[in-house]
């Protein structure tokens, strides 16, 4: 149960985040993204505060042996570049481009109960499962 | 949708921070790293997680989900969210983005704020991969067609 309600604290404190920084308004993505245009230089600051954060964060509670309401710390092994992770970063970047979503503030928009967020989110759902499903995962 | 949008440092570099405190709880309470592809790909597909494995994750996105109405609770308005009505570019992109992020094992949280945090080659690479392809894709859609 404790996982549970940790999950959901961090989760609104995430979207918050998202929210207060812009990174929920896909119009200030793009506008990042649009550095030959009328650039909006923010996201870097919401990258270098999250990051930042979690750089000092991790350090810290990386040093216990253990999380507070799990057995062990699931921290990512693989160590190799590969064509499958190149591949599909670079899909991702041309559909985060697209319209300015990526998955969390997909998330966070459609809780304003925006239509378009709505699509995208049933769409990307779609295209997650159906990726798993092609590859058994 | 070319919306100016003002440039704005101190919420930008303040919500930076509360994604990244976020990122940290998750870790130091349930040992998890916060990305939302991960968390949410995990639920679906021909084997998705049971168990409090399924309720966290749909805890974490349902945190995601909620934070508008405490945000509209607090200051009255809905947080502003200016993007494209096209339902088929938005289609489009939206399964593009969620095919992409399982086959590159992340998105702009989990390579970008997490792994770039834990110096991960992987997320590094990814993150420059990703974000070269949006600054593409954004002048291409902007400036060239």
Not at chain 1, 22 to 51: C, E, H, R, T, Y
Request: proline content about 5%; aromatic content about 8%.
């Amino acid at each position: 149960m404790k996982v549970v309600l940790s999950a959901l604290a961090a989760g609104l404190v995430f979207g918050l985040g998202l929210i207060v920084s812009g990174m929920v308004n896909p119009a200030k993505v793009l506008n990042f993204l649009d550095i030959a245009g009328q650039w909006d230089p923010s996201l870097a600051f919401v990258m270098a505060g999250a990051a930042g954060t979690v750089f000092i964060g991790y350090r810290l509670v990386l040093k216990r042996p253990a999380p507070l309401f799990a057995e062990r710390f699931n921290v990512p092994t693989a160590t190799k570049l590969d064509a499958r992770l190149m591949g599909g970063a670079a899909m991702f970047g041309v559909g985060w481009g697209l319209v300015g979503f990526c998955p969390g503030p997909a998330l966070t928009a459609l809780g304003t109960g925006a239509m378009p967020a709505l699509v995208f989110v049933a769409a990307m759902l779609a295209g997650m499962a159906g990726w798993r499903w092609l590859v058994r995962d | 949708m070319d919306t100016p949008t003002a440039f704005t440092p101190l919420s930008a570099l303040a919500g930076g921070v509360l994604i990244g405190l976020s990122a940290v709880m998750l870790m130091a309470f349930n040992g998890r790293i916060a990305g939302i592809a991960g968390i949410v790909g995990g639920l679906l597909g021909p084997a998705p997680f049971t168990g409090l494995d399924r309720y966290w994750r749909l805890a974490f996105a349902a945190g995601l989900i909620m934070a508008p109405l405490i945000w509209l609770a607090v200051t009255g308005a809905m947080p502003e969210v200016s993007v494209t009505d096209s339902w088929p570019l938005l289609a489009v992109a939206g399964l593009i983005v969620g095919a992409g992020t399982q086959i590159g094992s992340g998105c702009t949280s989990g390579h970008g704020v997490c792994g770039l945090a834990r110096l991960s080659l992987r997320s590094a690479a990814a993150t420059g991969v990703f974000m070269a392809a949006a600054l593409l894709t954004v002048f291409v859609t902007r400036h060239l067609v």
